[in-house]
């Protein structure tokens, strides 16, 4: 096993690693149902919410997606082998992973009590992990990490065990109204088409809309960190106006997150505190505006804020620093290195194995473990290593 040391976090201090601007390279969706569809069909636009909406309305028709399914990769698969197959080569890229895995690991400096167990593979020489991370040995090989779908659920029902006090809006419904990502405040934010070519009726009845958390716009993005090459894939809300006509130009992506309104200075340090993975998730992703919906204790939208995602380590900074974005930059850059460096080291067996990445609760660690010598588990799928394979050596 090896591991690698979180604190002390002054020695990622400084200056930020080389950072590459997130471009998106591809997307798909998920539609009504959940279906995957290789095209943009699920985007969604912008526009600003009625203040004062009650978040509770049409809890009791909520269409919850049912997650307890472990889906592994294969849509972020799907979409790379789509678009290998019109570029007829491999993605060429050190580590490919979801959004979510890596603002788990961003976040690491300053979230001691913060769990989390990746799985992580190899192929071709590149690096999984479920979330998926691919990282090219220089033997050229790719490596795929994605979370432990049964430490998730667990996490899930400790969660749901916790006793709610007398008074205390349900989980279910605080989910519904969003602790982070309010699903209400999403429907009453977004359009399926630009205000232009969307009926004032529809605006005006989002209120009554009903919810459904199963659509979803996902964007695979390359970026970088120090010197490991990144492929992430990710939900993206709404996006501000259009996609430029180069693909090489900034999209104004939108993120939505919703926060109870602080009235006291705990409250405030408490948001600021949140405002990390805000940040987190949209630095990743290359998504430059972030829009926050407070609510009132009784689940009502009080008002609505934009933030600028690259102005937020700033503010923060200026309010007393309780985190520091380039210490969770470099902290991260140092990470993926090290699991490069450990996994180049391992010997090759017929090129798979898998691996447990582990952060334990108020650990100072985070652990990696060789679970499986051989093979590359439930992370990849037949058709993805097929498709792979018959491309020939990289």
Known sequence: MSSFPISPIDRFAGQAATIKRPQEIACFSY?????YHSDDSSLRYYYPPRVGADL??????????????????????DTLMHLEKKTTTATEVDVVTW??????????????????EMNA?????????????????PDGGDSFIEENHAFKL??????????????????????????????????????????????RD???????????????????????????????????????????????????WVELKTAAEPLTERDRLRFERKLLKFWAQSFLLGVPKIIVGFRSEHGVLQRVQELATTAIPSVVRQRGASWDGNVCIN?????????????????????????????????????????????YGDLLTPRFVQWRQSLGPR
């Open 121 to 137: 593979t190899r192929f071709q020489v590149c690096y999984a992990t479920t979330s998926l991370i691919l990282i090219p040995l």
């Open 99 to 116: 959004r979510g895995m890596m603002t788990k690991i961003l976040c690491t400096p300053y979230d001691p009590f913060g769990s989390f």
């Open 202 to 252: 529809f605006i005006e009845g989002r209120e009554e809309h009903v919810v459904n958390n199963h659509a979803q716009y996902c964007c695979v993005v390359r970026t970088g960190l120090g010197g490991t090459s990144v492929i992430l894939g990710g939900e993206v809300d709404a996006i501000w106006d259009a996609k430029p006509d180069h693909a090489d130009q900034p999209i104004n």
């Open 31 to 35: 539609d009504d149902q959940h279906v």
């Open 331 to 375: 902290f991260a850059a140092a990470c993926l290195q090290w699991l490069r460096d450990v996994l180049d080291r391992e010997p090759d067996g017929d090129g798979g194995g898998v691996w447990r990445i582990r952060k334990r609760e108020r650990s100072s660690v985070i652990e990696l473990q060789r679970l499986e010598h051989s093979g």
């Open 154 to 199: 667990a996490q899930h029902e400790a969660q749901v065990r916790q006793p709610v006090p007398p008074g205390t809006p349900s989980q279910d419904l605080m989910s519904f109204w969003g602790n982070n990502k309010g699903y209400k405040f999403e429907t009453l934010s977004l359009m399926p088409a630009p205000w232009a070519e969307t009926s």
């Open 56 to 77: 509770s309305r049409g809890f009791d028709r909520f269409q919850k997606l049912d997650d307890t399914a472990d889906e592994h990769l294969d849509s972020l698969l």
